[in-house]
Structures are given as C-alpha cells and as structure tokens.
C-alpha cells in the first residue's frame, strides 16, 4: 500500500480507488453486426440496421470480439467463463436507439484475475503491487450525441453504436493517484501487446471511470463516487486527487458522502454531480432473449491461449536474465510493445550480421537503441515506428563497430549521416573517410608525439597519478580525428609508459 494521504483537519485519510476501464475491442466489425468500426468516419455511414435497432433486427454475436476478450483474460491470469450470458440493461436515452445495452451482469466471460503495477521510487510506488481485477465482460457502446452544431438542435451519430467493448473492472485495491495511473499504464501496455484494444485514450478506444472513496486508516471502506468517461492517465489522477479532497472537505464540514455519478470538468480540475447512482435493479437488467448463452469449447480456449504473446512482465524478466540487460533497459524497452518489437528486430539483425548469439550482442543493442537512437531521434521529432533508421541499417552500424572498422564516437556520426540521408553505415563509412585506424605504426607515431610534448604528464604518470592515462588517450584520439582503435591505443600506451 502507498503512503498517500490526504490531510484533514482531523487527522489523515486514506483514499480507495477502483477503476472500470472501458476498452474498445480491436475487430474489423461490431459486437453484434458486421458493420465497420474504424474511427473517424463520417458520421453515421457504419451502421447496420440491427445498430439502428430497426425492428425484427437480430443480434448475432461476433466470434472476433469474444475471441479478443478471452485472450485479454488470459492476459491478465483470470478465470476465462466457459459458460457465460448477455443480458440486456434497459434505459432510455438518445444515444442509445435499442432502449437498452446488451451487457453482462449476471455470467461474465472473464472472472477474477490481476496484474502488477511497477515499483516505481519516484512516483511514490515503493513496491510493486498486485491488484486485483474483478471481471471483464463485454457489452456494446453507444452513439455518440453532438449538442452544439445549432443552437436548437441535437444530432446523434451511430457509427460507435454497437461496437464492441470490454469493461475491465479492478477491485477498490487502488490507494493513491500514482498507482491509478500505473493501473492505467499497465493495462494499456498489456492489451496493446494481446492486441485487444489499441489502447488509443486520445480517440476514445479506453476510458476510466474512477470510483473514488475516503476513509479513516483502518475504517471500513466509505461511500464511493464514480467519476464517468475520464479519458486520459493524467486526468484519472487528477480526478482522484480532487475528488478525495472534496469528499474530506465535506465529511469534515458534517456533511455525507453521496453515492452518485460525477463528471469531470478539467478546465476547472474539478468534478460535479451528474446524477445520483443508480443501482442494477434500476437497469431492470434480464438476459437476452435473442441471444443463447456462449459456451467455449476446448479448441477455441486454446487457440486463445496459444496466439497470446509474450507479455510485457515475462518478457522484461526475460531480458534482465537471459539477456543480460539492465533493469532500466528492461523496463523501458518492454513497457511499450512497438518498443519490444523494434528491439527484437534490432537484436536478431544484429547477431546474424555479426555472427554471434543474441546474448553476446543483446547489451550493445539496447544501449545503442536506448542512448544514441533513440535521442537521436528525439531531436528530429521522429518516433521509433516513423524511423527513418530501420532495425536492419542499426545493426549494419553495429556491426561496423563489433567488428572495430568505427569506434563508438564515430559511430554517433554515422548516425546522424544516416538521420539525414537515409544511406547504409557502410556507404557513410567509405564515403565520408570514417574507417578506424587500427595501423599499430601510424597509432604509434602520434603517440610518441603525445609523448613527446608533455613530459611533465608522462613524469606524473610514472609517479603513480594514474588517471593522466585517459589524457593521453585523449590527445591521441584528438591527434586522429577519432578515428584510431581505442584498444589498440590503450595497449600500446601501455607498453610505451610502463
Ligand atoms: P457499478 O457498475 O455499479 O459502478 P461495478 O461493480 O461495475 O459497479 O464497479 C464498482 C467499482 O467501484 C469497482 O471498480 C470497485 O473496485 C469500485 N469500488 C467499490 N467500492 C468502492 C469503494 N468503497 N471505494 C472506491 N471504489 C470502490
Ligand atoms: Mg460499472
């Protein structure tokens, strides 16, 4: 548990959070129909007539949209429902042509499961924590209505209507903004790697609602609110953090919280009343008569399991232990899979041109990656998927430099060379006079130069002031445009000043 608190003015509290995350499921077509569900299409040219809830329409369950549901359970160590039940959630409003939600209450597909957020020191996490989740069921999005096109009319667009989405419930295990938003982190990075959701919160695919609730430290659990559709980690812990002081300020003040669902406005960093919560009897929920129950069978469950990847935690771990690779590294290069991606790319290029297993080459590239390229193209305003730099043409450079033909100075040249032209490191190399010289004589010659004119240094050397040794390194590199082998200068300084 974090150390969060919020101060009182009658002592501390303690803030609960759960999170239900609403993800949109990555599929060509609808829950129910085969409409398409890309974003950004023009208003209301993806609906089908069962999305219009036209009369006499009938549902017919998309295999996709479970499939990737079940994978996501999988994802996070849950019980996959073999069995599992739609029902439908009735309320009236004009987003939602049907006059009710085909849902889940009763039977989800997916029951209880967990994943881990990070330790993260800094963010005030100081241990890594596993937090439960609840359920995932899936169920159908609504329209979308637009209020302010004119001034007396409203307009609703169904290409969302009916699309499918998972609603990934955690537990109240949440205890501080940092962790809600690692929650958030986390579960994003997983369904992008299952390849559930895109994960996109700019365009809607994942929203949280935030029930927030504070209590005494060892009090039973107070009246929670729910905060709807918040659309970004920021946002969540915002929400949080202003939502936990009103509920102390009003406890504190005599009054009670309400069990009620807010909006939030971020303009003002603050959350209102919407409406007070309803609860499921008000839904009048009972299962869907034009839908039979889902039953899974042995096959599609495997299928499930076995197309699932590796994820962000056995993979991190991977990279720490048979890669060799720092934690750091190994945390960055797997918290995104593009990330993960373009490195295993790199790496495989990498051994093959230079003939050696992963292992032996796995740090070179990481470093690589993480400290030249990506910087790089930090610079340039590029992101790893828009880099002009393929995995490819990284380990052509890479090569150059395991093989000693560039140094690794140089080899922050190339790349820039590259950034600009889009030309191999080889060619870059030839043309722009870049080779290392590994010449002993020629090396040898500038060293006794360097030598030469500071007698005073090498008097010092030899009288035990050890760390002029990277100085005449230094010069000697300088006297070569940087373009001697620094192996070949440490030995043969060695010899000259033993
Ligand atoms: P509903 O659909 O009515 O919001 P759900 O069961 O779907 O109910 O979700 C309830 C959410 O609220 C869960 O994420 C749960 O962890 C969270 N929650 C429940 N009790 C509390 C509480 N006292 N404080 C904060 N969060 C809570
Ligand atoms: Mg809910």
């Known amino acids: 548990m974090s150390n969060y608190r919020i101060q009182g003015e009658t002592g501390e509290w303690e803030v609960v959070i759960g999170l239900e995350v609403h993800a949109q499921v990555t599929s060509q077509a609808k829950l129910f129909s085969s409409a398409a569900t890309q974003f950004g299409a023009e208003p209301n040219t993806q609906v089908s007539l069962v999305d219009a809830a036209m009369p006499g329409m009938l549902p017919v369950v998309n295999r996709e949209c479970i499939r990737q549901a079940v994978r996501t359970g999988m994802a996070i160590d849950a019980q996959i429902n073999r069995w599992s039940r739609f029902d439908r959630k009735n309320y009236f409003y004009a987003d939602l042509p049907q006059g009710y939600q085909i849902s889940q209450l009763y039977h989800p597909l997916v029951g209880e499961g967990a994943l881990t ?13 596993r937090i439960g989740i609840e359920r995932i069921h899936v169920e159908q999005d609504a329209g979308k209505l637009m209020h302010d096109q004119h001034p007396t009319m409203s307009y609703v667009d169904l290409n969302r209507s009916g699309v499918a989405l998972m609603e990934i419930v955690s537990r109240p295990d949440l205890t501080s903004p940092a962790e809600a938003g690692a929650y958030v982190r ?31 430290p060892g009090e039973e659990l107070g009246t929670r609110t729910e905060t709807k559709n918040v659309n970004s980690v920021r946002f969540v812990m915002a929400v949080i953090e202003s939502e936990a002081r009103r509920q102390v300020d009003l406890i504190e003040d005599g009054g009670a919280v309400v069990q009620e669902t807010r909006l939030y406005d971020p303009d003002r960093n603050e959350t209102r009343s919407m409406r007070s919560k309803e609860d499921a009897h008000d839904y009048r929920y009972f299962p869907d008569p034009d839908l039979l129950p889902l039953e899974l069978d042995d096959g599609f469950l495997a299928e499930c399991r076995n197309s699932l990847p590796e994820l962000p935690d056995a993979k991190r771990a991977r990279y720490e232990g048979e890669l060799g690779l720092s934690a750091y590294n190994a945390n960055a290069l797997t918290a995104e899979v593009e990330t993960a991606r373009w490195f295993e790319e790199l790496l495989g290029e990498t051994a093959a041109a230079q003939g050696k297993p992963e292992k032996d080459v796995a740090k ?20 790893l998927d828009a880099s002009p730099v393929s995995p490819k043409a990284g380990a052509e450079l890479l090569a150059l430099v395991g093989e000693g033909t560039i140094s690794g100075s140089i080899a922050k040249q190339v790349l820039e060379f590259m950034l600009e032209t889009g030309d191999g490191a080889t060619a870059i190399v030839e043309r722009e ?19 030469e004119a500071n007698p005073d240094k090498v008097e010092q050397y030899r009288g035990g002031k050890d760390k002029l040794f990277g100085f005449f390194v230094g010069q000697v590199m300088k006297a070569m445009q940087g373009k001697a082998n620094p192996q070949v200068i440490n030995e043969l300084l060695k010899q000259k000043l033993g």
């Open 186 to 216: 986390k579960l994003r990075s997983i369904l992008r790697y299952v390849g559930s959701c895109d994960g996109n919160m700019e365009e809607g695919s994942m929203r949280a609602d935030v029930n927030v609730s504070v209590r005494k």
């Open 117 to 129: 957020i990070d330790a993260d020191e800094k963010a005030g996490i100081p241990e890594a924590r």
């Open 364 to 383: 070179q590239a990481a470093n690589w990656l993480m400290s030249e390229l990506l910087g790089a193209l930090n610079k340039i305003g590029a992101s």
């Open 433 to 451: 006079g870049l080779k290392q010289e590994s010449d002993t004589g020629a090396i040898e010659a500038e060293i006794d130069k360097v030598l």
